[in-house]
């Protein structure tokens, strides 16, 4: 009798809060001595999954430009910290390398002057496990070092604090990309555009979007078109603090046969043209989709990039007719 009556208890999800923990991910009171500096840490995901129900920015936005939490299968370095940024070898303070050796993905990212993210409620990161998130990496971007220098010689210890549990979550959290390749011309203004269709057995809520471009960017939008009609999931000033904010509209839904687009309205006034690549002298076109499904399934398409001007624009999309371009 004792045995059925337990059972009935445990059997009531409603009234079973999960239990939760706070995690510190922070530097370890680092010094870089040189401004734009991007260091990062790792930290091992364990065997058994954990869910992250919540991320809170530890940073002084005098020093911290910006901080971006990736999963990784592979960290870029063994050592803490390292220095993980597009020109890591002009400095020498710290060991180089990237932010992850393989299986890199944007998890959270919080810049200057931005509120944090809440996730919805019952909405989880699964990490460790058997997920392909191994190890976290967090990577600050260091906007100003007068503060290490002397006379005050201050060390910081920016970072994050996540909220964990181990019990599963009723949703599951992703990051979709799209980007693209391509060339702006000198004396241009190009659309870099993106267009991928969605064939997942998998319903996606996008909730937060993330804008990405170097200097050149004027404006990133990214859609979901469902029968030919468009909706927007987001739209951004990329010189804004590049982080997550809320989906400019709320409750779309991503289905299997909906197309996938973004564009990146870029401005060259220069006198060389400009290319997608990895330094600060290149540019990117970025539009990043966080999601949440009703499940513990994600999707397994995690991006989509097409080639960009010169070549590729939507009207090259094999389902342009769907688009209802003119
Ligand atoms: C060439 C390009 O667009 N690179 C982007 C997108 C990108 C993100 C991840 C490419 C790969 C990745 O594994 I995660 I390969 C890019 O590097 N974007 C920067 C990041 O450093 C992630 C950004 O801030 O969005
Ligand atoms: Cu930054
Ligand atoms: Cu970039």
């Not at 931005?114 to 967090?138: I, N, Q």
């Not at 990895?278 to 999707?299: L, P």
């Amino acid at each position: 009798l004792l045995v059925l009556c337990l059972g009935g208890t445990l059997a009531a999800p409603s009234t079973k809060v999960p239990e939760e923990s706070k995690i510190d991910f922070l530097m370890p009171n680092v010094q870089p001595k040189v401004a734009d500096t991007y260091l990062c840490i790792s930290m091992k995901a364990n065997t058994t999954p954990t869910y992250i129900v919540g991320f809170a920015p530890h940073a002084n936005m005098e020093i911290a430009h910006h901080i971006l939490l990736y999963g990784c299968q592979e960290p870029g370095s063994k050592k803490q910290p390292w220095n993980c940024g597009e020109m890591a070898h002009l400095s020498s303070d710290y060991n180089t390398g990237p932010v992850c050796r393989s299986g890199a993905q944007i998890l959270y990212a919080w810049a200057m002057d931005a509120p944090s993210l809440k996730l919805p409620e019952g909405v989880g990161f699964t990490v460790g496990g058997s997920t392909d998130v191994k190890y976290l990496v967090m990577q600050v971007h260091y906007k100003s070092v007068d503060t290490f220098l002397p006379p005050n010689n201050k060390t910081d210890s920016s970072g994050i604090t996540m909220t964990t549990t181990n019990t599963e979550m009723p949703r599951r959290a992703g990051v979709y990309l799209l980007g693209t390749s391509g060339i702006i011309p000198s004396h241009s203004t190009v659309y870099m555009e993106t267009a991928c269709n969605f064939d997942e057995d998998v319903v996606l809520h996008p909730f937060a979007f993330r804008t990405h471009t170097h200097s050149l960017g004027k404006v990133v939008s990214g859609y979901v078109i469902h029968d030919g009609q468009w909706r927007e999931i987001g739209r951004q000033d990329p010189h804004k603090p590049q982080m997550f904010y809320n989906a400019t509209t709320p409750g779309l839904e991503i289905k299997k046969g909906d197309i996938l687009a973004a564009r990146c309205t870029m401005q060259n006034d220069k006198d060389v043209d400009v290319s997608i690549g990895s330094t600060q002298n290149d540019e990117m076109c970025n539009f990043y989709i966080m999601y949440y499904t009703d499940g513990d399934r994600i999707s397994d398409q995690t991006y989509c990039f097409t080639p960009g001007p010169t070549t590729w624009y939507w009207d090259q999309f094999e389902r342009a007719d769907k688009m209802n371009l003119a």
